[in-house]
């Protein structure tokens, strides 16, 4: 399921953000456009996609790809 998730985020990231590389180090430190607009729309994206509800609280915390697959596998269901 974690590579279905990654494959995933990376078309999202790809689509996001301007990335050279997908890898789960990717972080709103280190990728361009990952500002606050960004990461709001990130979350948005990764809502929809995923048909997941994230709650503003876990939303501060995903900040880096590593982090956005734990939440994602342990908060989704095959989606």
């Known amino acids: 399921m974690q590579v ?12 996001s953000f301007e990335i050279e590389r997908f890898t789960e180090d990717l972080s709103i430190e280190n990728v361009k456009g990952w500002d606050s607009v960004g990461h709001i729309a990130l979350i948005m994206e990764l809502q929809k996609k995923f048909k997941v509800s994230i709650s503003p609280v876990d939303a501060v915390e995903l900040t880096s790809v590593g982090k956005i697959i734990k939440y994602l596998k342990e908060n989704t269901k095959n989606k």
């Open 4 to 15: 279905m998730i990654a494959d995933r985020l990376e078309t999202i990231f790809r689509q």
